[in-house]
């Protein structure tokens, strides 16, 4: 095809799921069939496991940091005068209960659907705030 032809009429079509296909018309009739470059940001991927994993690790060590575990670990660490046997057990139980709480979520995600286990989660957080909140008051 010249770049100085007829106007090119452009109608979607879609050949794939992920990728449609584009159809050309010319005022000659003539038909040709063009599958676009599809960029990688338009079609839906899978993180890496190296995102997965700094998303993770980065979320749950801000989540972490000055909570009472780690308030627990230091007092514990202090008084023992035994650092690396704190730090094991401490490392040992925070990666016991990581395992339950990623055993459990992948159990629960074949149960239910991601649109439920969203619902359920907000409901829970609201049910927690509120009852801080209430024992804020009453206290």
Not at 101 to 119: Q, R
Request: net charge neutral.
């Amino acid at each position: 095809m010249k770049l100085d032809s007829a106007p090119v009429i452009l109608t979607g079509v879609s050949a794939s799921k992920n990728q449609p296909a584009l159809t050309m018309t010319t005022e000659s009739s003539t038909m040709e069939t063009i599958q676009p470059v599809v960029s990688a940001e338009s079609q839906k991927k899978q993180d890496s496991p190296l995102i997965v994993f700094a998303t993770t690790f980065i979320t749950i060590f801000l989540a972490e940091i000055g909570d009472k575990t780690q308030l627990s670990t230091l007092l514990m660490s202090a008084e023992s005068h035994a650092p690396w046997v704190v730090f094991l057990g401490s490392a040992s139980a925070l990666i016991t209960t990581s395992l339950l709480g990623v055993l459990l979520g992948s159990w629960i995600s074949k149960k239910f659907s991601p649109k439920i286990l969203d619902k359920s989660a907000g409901i829970m957080l609201l049910f927690v705030s509120v009852m801080l909140f209430w024992d804020v008051f009453q206290g």
